[in-house]
């Protein structure tokens, strides 16, 4: 076997949990005596009713799912008659200028004033923002905000809507009220926190409390006491809060408290995969159940998924999707208690990441995949020139990663990629700031600690390598250490590496323990096919090269819990 064959299962598994989308509704600096604010009462529709809001046709309702941020948000049913225009009249002040913008989401969704500017989108398979500006005119005293479909486009989703500026009333109150104080947690889940606060107090009265996750507003209550939901598992949140009153007048912000949500899933403890790569291409593959029994292995990574022509996904780009040995195999693992993973991209070969014409396309091709098997998790390997050194299709494919996560609710996102001894190189680095920039969600960082030049230390190494990731992953995102920790994955290669670098059971077993004790989400290995014996056999597909017993490594890697 070829070693660039072998090195073309350098996959990596990524379980990053995923940031969680929230609300925008940042204030902007506007020329009045009170701090702007959002002015839009049930801006997020989170009171599960549509008041103030009023819709043509009676053709709006507030749903679940697909959400913004929060937990509900505007369906407008467009009709080949009545395009679903839902609004809401608001005081303003005259000669004001202000900002409104929206989370929307379908075909032709439009977000303006009555009377005055408007913008639009077309985004039918995720979330997009708009965002327009109009100024009141000399006597303006009102002003009504409206969003809709198009005729007979379907259904549209709106959420997160924010008029961003003073409010009406004459102009006579002018007075913000004071700070809210003692902002404190009363609780907290894998996808919420309670809060609570001391009252503020105004010369007119309180109306609001807007709640904010670092600059975005994600709620606003009448009460002093609140629960933001649709937070991301092990996740750090950072909350301040902001008393409004009738005219709009916006006090300063209260005290600011950090949170860290539960983690979820797999019983509490988080998102967590022990999943070694398994590849039905070459190398002998085993009786994919007879190790499981042998070794108390649940998941596998299976490789790889590839372009067949024309964006089709295919495995191996050459066996069928659905219908083959692939889908035999997957059927035994499920029918066994386990459960699979699959690893796009690789080393070599057509890959769908490189040949998807956009990233639409490319998340097209992903959910063929994620439909065909109802896939709980998706790798997305990405190595060599063309996808993980190609900054267009770096952004591409965490585009697409981004659209498929918004469209499977629950759907974890793993990258897998190549590192230094002491971390991301430029390319990883570079597309963990994609990420970021992208707010692509994604669940899981894997690196592939071999492969590197590493000598002899593959344990210091692989730690080192991973404290790097780390590093860099808290430096980008804002992260704790636990936090970070929890969206990070080890993909190892068992026994002699193609630059022959040798991990042996003991290094792996001491990896394993590693990764337990930091708590990271995933942990993998190229490949089952390798895990067999074969002293002085060197670099080849159907054992590891050195003296080990049958499955050891997958043994060890069972023993992964995070």
Not at 100 to 124: C, E, M
Not at 140 to 158: D, E, F, L, P, R
Not at 197 to 216: E, F, H, K, L, M
Not at 465 to 478: I, Y
Request: glycine fraction near 12%; aromatic fraction near 8%.
């Amino acid at each position: 076997m070829r070693i660039t064959h072998l090195r073309r299962s350098r996959h990596r598994f990524f379980a990053l949990l995923g940031t969680a989308a929230l609300a925008l509704a940042g204030a902007v600096a506007l020329p009045t005596t009170a701090q702007a604010a959002n002015i839009l009462t049930n801006p997020g529709f989170e009171s599960g009713s549509l008041s103030p809001w009023t819709c043509t046709g009676n053709l709006g309702s507030v749903v679940s799912s697909p959400v913004h941020g929060g937990s509900k948000a505007l369906a407008g049913a467009a009709s080949s008659s009545d395009n679903a225009q839902c609004s809401q009249t608001v005081s303003v002040q005259p000669n004001t200028t202000y900002s409104l913008s929206g989370w929307v989401r379908g075909s032709y969704v439009y977000l303006g004033v009555d009377g005055g500017a408007s913008t639009w989108t077309t985004s039918p398979s995720a979330y997009s923002q708009l965002t327009v500006s109009f100024t009141t005119g000399a006597s303006q005293t009102s002003a009504k905000i409206y969003v809709h479909g198009w005729y007979a486009q379907g259904t549209y989703y709106a959420d997160d809507i924010s008029l961003d500026g003073p409010g009406g009333g004459g102009g006579s109150d002018t007075q913000a009220p004071t700070a809210p104080t003692n902002l404190t947690s009363t609780g907290k889940t894998s996808s919420s926190v309670s809060l609570s606060w001391g009252a503020s107090s105004d010369n007119v009265g309180v109306s609001a409390y807007d709640i904010y996750s670092g600059s975005n507003q994600v709620l606003s209550v009448s009460g002093t006491s609140a629960t933001v939901s649709g937070l991301s598992a092990s996740t750090t949140y950072t909350f301040t809060v902001k008393a409004r009153d009738a005219a709009g007048n916006t006090s300063a912000a209260s005290n600011s408290v950090s949170v860290t949500t539960n983690a979820g899933g797999g019983g509490g403890t988080g998102f967590k995969q022990a999943a070694p790569y398994l590849y039905l291409g070459w190398g002998d593959p085993p009786s994919a159940t007879s190790v499981m029994s042998s070794t108390g292995i649940k998941w596998y990574t299976m490789a790889f998924m590839l372009d067949s022509g024309g964006c089709n996904p295919a495995w191996d780009g050459s066996r069928p999707l659905t219908g083959g040995n692939d889908q035999t195999v997957i059927n035994q693992i499920r029918s066994a208690g386990g459960d699979i993973v699959p690893s796009f991209g690789g080393w070599q070969g057509s890959k769908l990441g490189a040949n998807c014409s956009s990233a639409s396309a490319l998340a097209g091709a992903l959910q063929k995949v994620i439909d065909a098997y109802s896939l709980k998790a998706i790798d997305m390997d990405i190595e060599n020139t063309d996808e993980f050194e190609n900054e267009a299709v770096q952004a591409k494919i965490l585009t697409a990663l981004k659209t498929v996560k918004a469209n499977n609710p629950g759907l974890k996102t793993i990258v897998t990629f190549g590192t230094s001894t002491t971390g991301p190189t430029y390319y990883g680095n570079r597309l963990i700031e994609q990420a970021q920039s992208l707010n692509a969600g994604i669940d899981v960082f894997t690196i592939m600690p071999f492969d590197f030049g590493g000598g002899s230390d593959m344990y210091g190494n692989t730690v080192n390598a991973t404290e790097g990731l780390k590093a860099k992953l808290k430096s980008t995102f804002g992260w704790d250490d636990a936090t970070a920790y929890s969206h990070i994955g080890i993909s190892g290669m068992n026994g002699l590496s193609d630059q022959q670098e040798n991990t042996t059971p003991a290094i792996w077993t001491q990896i394993r323990d590693w990764a337990n004790s930091h708590h990271i989400a995933r942990l993998a290995y190229w490949a089952v096919n390798r895990d067999r014996p074969c002293p002085g056999g060197g670099v080849v597909s159907n054992c590891s090269g050195i003296s080990q017993s049958n499955w050891q490594f997958t043994s060890i890697t069972a023993g992964f819990t995070g």
